[in-house]
């Protein structure tokens, strides 16, 4: 039997709302028109969204071609900027994958544009961890299609979803697998779930679900 561990990415591998904050203020700078300047709080609040779900929250404000404008820059910006400054991973990571990939597929599904993963990926240096990963920008479809998708990609016959956001427990209902929320994350659930309070928890968590 094929297990797998599909990972959401900010607020479960990593934190990197200071990186994303720093890249979309500096892109705000250069229109006059934008007096917004956002914190690190922020983006950890419009975590778990797409970018299209985020722009009209974060500039409400702001017409809606120049806030297309604006959005179109930080898509951009935030990889180059990222790529230089990376984010937070969590302690343990890198030890924990290792253990749990003796075991599991290890995947990430991210609501993130295409090229954000890869950012991690380079910046953790954890390639060689994950089996596969997929984003809304690479595909289009909803996080819980995307959990659907990659089930079948890799022929996987159980799965857990592991995140931290109440998105993130939709998705993995839409998907039809069991879910483990990163209680050390962003989000918060509206209902009780298995959790785990720092990652070097999740192989433990894990077998009893799997």
Request: contains cysteine.
């Amino acid at each position: 039997m094929k297990k797998a561990i599909i990972f959401d990415l900010d607020g479960t591998l990593w934190d990197s709302s200071e990186s994303v904050c720093g890249s979309w203020n500096e892109v705000f700078r250069r229109y006059p028109e934008i007096d917004r300047v956002l914190t690190p709080a922020d983006i950890r609040g419009f975590m778990g969204k797409t970018l299209e779900q985020i722009f009209p929250i974060a500039l409400p404000d702001t017409p809606d071609e120049l806030r297309r404008r604006a959005l179109r820059e930080c898509v951009g910006y935030e990889l180059e900027y990222i790529a230089r400054h990376g984010g937070k991973l969590y302690p343990k990571l890198r030890e924990t994958l290792e253990l749990l990939r003796k075991e599991y597929t290890l995947i990430i599904v991210s609501n993130c544009q295409v090229g954000y993963i890869e950012c991690f990926l380079d910046f953790a240096g954890m390639h060689d961890l994950f089996d596969d990963h997929e984003s809304a920008g690479g595909t289009g479809l909803s996080k819980g299609e995307n959990i659907r998708l990659v089930i079948r990609r890799n022929s996987i016959d159980r799965a857990v979803y592991v995140g931290d956001t109440q998105g993130d427990l939709d998705s993995a209902d839409f998907a039809g697998i069991p879910f483990i929320r990163a209680a050390y994350g962003f989000g918060q659930m509206n209902r009780a779930v298995p959790e785990i309070r720092s990652f070097e928890e999740l192989p433990e968590k894990a077998a009893e679900i799997l």
